[in-house]
């Protein structure tokens, strides 16, 4: 996203045929599949894995960390104090920052959060908000919030797809062909969500200014609310937030056994190297729901 | 307080409902006819039913300085100038029950010989009584349904939170006091800084506190499309009723 020169960019996987690592390749950023050469080169290393994969990852990477190291996790669910715990057998001081991102940073268009752990500075937060606003908004807060950041924008992408699906579905039944109706339904969100971060209105006054006296879309509205649709969006919020809650629990308990990883990754893990990688988030994997059966996020 | 009582002549059948009348010091009667006789600004308020036969009697003593302000619900302009003398300044009036505290809300349409003067006139003796305003008369019957009968909802709701309370360990009568003036407050609140309910709603709830907690109850059970319903439901029936 122009905040970092490809070539200051060092990416790590086990598995080279994937089709993100050519893409990273193509960009200009350094390769490897070794995770040690990657640390050694690198000030911010991102640990873009999923979350059971993270203790083997600190493992093999701790004796290399160094003071000026700063580690940034987004897996979800992986505390500060238990990343802390893992590397302050090696080091005393890491530098940690936790953070929460969502898909479209591949739009440039994220949501992410980030808290800063013990060791980390106010510069290193500062650091880290400047690399992750070049791919949308970027805040920093408690890290206890986290969660909840999860069930409204981690997941939010995907209420969103469901709800576009639906309105396409809507557009199609009474006429449009599928993908206008894709079309014209991305817009209207995209264009509604412009407006609402652009105004200093509530999102009633809003909605309010759009619906005319016995017009359409007060008509439209009344089928929603008696749907409760407010209610359902609340719900799945909750719903993500304590989810994400419970895995975070499973993980601090370390629940999640060896067991539940695949052998043949499990070697892969201790021979080589798990994907560590310090790009600029091209992509990033949130949950934690399926067993990690893919090598790379 | 805008006009004397003694320049008030109340007229009714029977002296049942009079004794209000006189106890304000209003002059009463039992002649219709004497109120046209004394009196430029007529208010009728009888039963619907009841009116045409009341307008047919007073109708050769209707004349061009009158100005008649029907209050039966249901019973149109059309109506009104069709049983008086053409030309007649008419206007149509909806209050609320509020009005017997002063908090009322009223709206007028007004018929094709009122003009901007009978308008101003009712407006600033009504404003005495609560909100007052000129609509359109396709407003009335939603007027009805939202704040005619929303009087009923608001009495239904602020029943169903004592009621809550005193679920909750506290005595009935102290919460419907507090009942009462949380929806006064919450009111005033709202036409006091002309803020959006949306906002003002917000303003109330903390993150993760009692608030937010107790919206989402009332988004599961949903209540806006029930009240919406509600508000249809009578409007609607304020259109067939008139029909008839």
Known sequence: AGVLAAHKITASSPDTDLPTVSGLRKMGVNFTVSNKDTVKSSDVLFLAVKPPIIPFILEEVG????????????AAGVTISSIEKKLSTFCPTPKVIRCMTNTPVVVREGATVYATGTHADVEDGKLLEQLMASVGFCTEVEEDLIDAVTGLSGSGPAYAFTALDALADGGVKMGLPRRLAVRLGAQALLGAAKMLLESEQHPGQLKDNVCSPGGATIHALHFLESGGFRSLLINAVEASCIRTRELQHLADQEKISPAAIKKTLLDKVKLESPSLSVASASKVSLFTNKSPSSKKN | GKVPASSILASAPSDKNLDAWRESGCRTTHCNLEVLQESTLVFLATKPHILPAVLQEIRPAVGPHHVVVSLAAGVTLQTLQRLLPAGTKVLR???????????????????????DGEAALLKSLLSSCGLCEEVPESYINIHTGLSGSGV???????????????????????????AAQTLLGAAKMMLETGEHPAKLRGDVCTPGGTTIHALHQLEKGALRATVMNAVEAATNRACDMAED
């Open chain 2, 152 to 178: 009923a909802y608001v009495y239904l709701f602020a029943e169903a939170l004592a009621e809550g309370a005193v679920k909750m360990g506290m005595p009935g009568g102290l919460a419907s006091r507090i």
């Open chain 1, 63 to 74: 004796p290399d960390i160094e003071a000026r190291h700063i580690v940034v996790s987004c």
């Open chain 2, 93 to 115: 009036l909806m209050p609320n029950l509020p009005c017997v505290v002063q908090a009322g809300a009223m709206v007028f349409a007004r018929g094709s010989g009122a003009g």
